[in-house]
């Protein structure tokens, strides 16, 4: 299935899909429902074996383009597929277990005319599954990590590189001008995990800035994955590596670099530790780091709110 445009599109939606069954049609529906409809969706399905594909199909719209892979590479050069294929001036995000506010398109366009030389982004409504795949709500990702206070005189904001290193703030899904990532041959790597973060230092090193919307218009579902607490930071750490030995950063962003993935690093070996009642060693790391305890207790509202949605799920 092939969107036939006429004309360029104002915008290239990406969304790269494996075994979302349960998710996709919601995902698909959200950016279809979009007030702003001068767009291209490309949907690249990962070799998914369930019947993702087949739900994709189900659909009509002309404007998606429907690309179905043999062979399962990754969500980055599945992205990497997309952005060769991409016509728009802009390209956006999403995941396939996620969804959009109605209006997301039509705000992230309407900053990113407002501030030539950048990409654009907005904040991201935390959610889990209901019994039924529905969102929950229990906050929203700049309050998480505490960013809201960059918003006290603006609904807009500036994020420099070196805070969107600090804050972690790889999870947004920005909305990027195409003429420089084909201009630069701006690629996603072949990462597993924060693929996405590295994609956004890239533009940053081609000097485009990042502003962010105070609205969370994005709707992120977090999932419960099969991956590890430790596999899940090896990966993590896998990704700082990569960024590390990227040797065109100046000295603040490489240090700021390495500052976050000892950070990673310690908390990952916190969880370990805890996992396995080694007390000593949660106890000593506490006493050395006390930011991981604090991060530790931040999380714990959360894990307890996702044990009860699947508890109640279960019932």
Request: with cysteine.
């Amino acid at each position: 299935m092939l969107g036939n445009f006429l004309h360029n599109p104002a915008v290239s939606v990406i969304m790269p899909v494996f075994n979302c069954e349960e998710y996709v049609q919601n995902a698909i529906e959200s950016v279809i429902s979009q007030s702003f409809t001068d767009f291209e969706f490309i949907i690249v399905d990962d070799a998914s074996s369930d019947k993702s594909a087949e739900i994709i199909l189900s659909f009509q719209d002309p404007r998606i383009n429907f690309v179905r892979l043999e062979k399962n590479i990754g969500p980055g050069p599945a992205r990497n597929i997309a952005l060769d294929m991409a016509k728009g001036e802009w390209g956006a995000f999403i995941d396939a277990d996620d969804a959009w506010d109605k209006e997301r398109l039509e705000k992230l366009i309407h900053l990113g005319k407002k501030t030539p030389g950048s990409f654009v982004a907005d904040d991201l409504l935390m959610c889990l599954s209901g019994k039924s795949n529905d969102f929950l709500p229990y906050t929203t990702f700049f309050k998480k990590i505490g960013l809201k206070r960059f918003f006290r005189e603006s609904d807009v904001s500036l994020i420099t590189p070196l805070n969107f290193i600090r804050y972690a703030l790889g999870l947004i899904h920005p909305l990027v001008p195409m003429n420089i990532i084909k201009k630069s041959n701006i690629r996603f790597a072949d990462l597993r995990r924060n693929q996405d973060m590295e994609f956004f230092m890239q533009l940053f090193k081609h000097k485009l800035q990042l502003f962010v919307l105070n609205e969370p218009l994005y709707i992120y579902r977090v999932t419960h994955k099969a991956t590890s607490d430790s596999e899940k930071y090896l990966q993590v750490l896998l990704a700082y590596e990569y960024l590390l030995q990227d040797n065109d950063y100046d000295k603040d962003i490489n240090k700021a670099l390495l500052n976050k993935y000892i950070e990673v690093a310690q908390y990952g070996l916190f969880l370990v530790y805890l996992k396995e009642g080694k007390w000593k060693k949660v106890f000593r790391m506490i006493y050395s780091s006390p930011g991981i305890a604090r991060e530790f207790l931040q999380n714990i509202p959360q894990y307890c709110l996702r044990q009860w949605v699947a508890l109640k799920n279960n019932n």
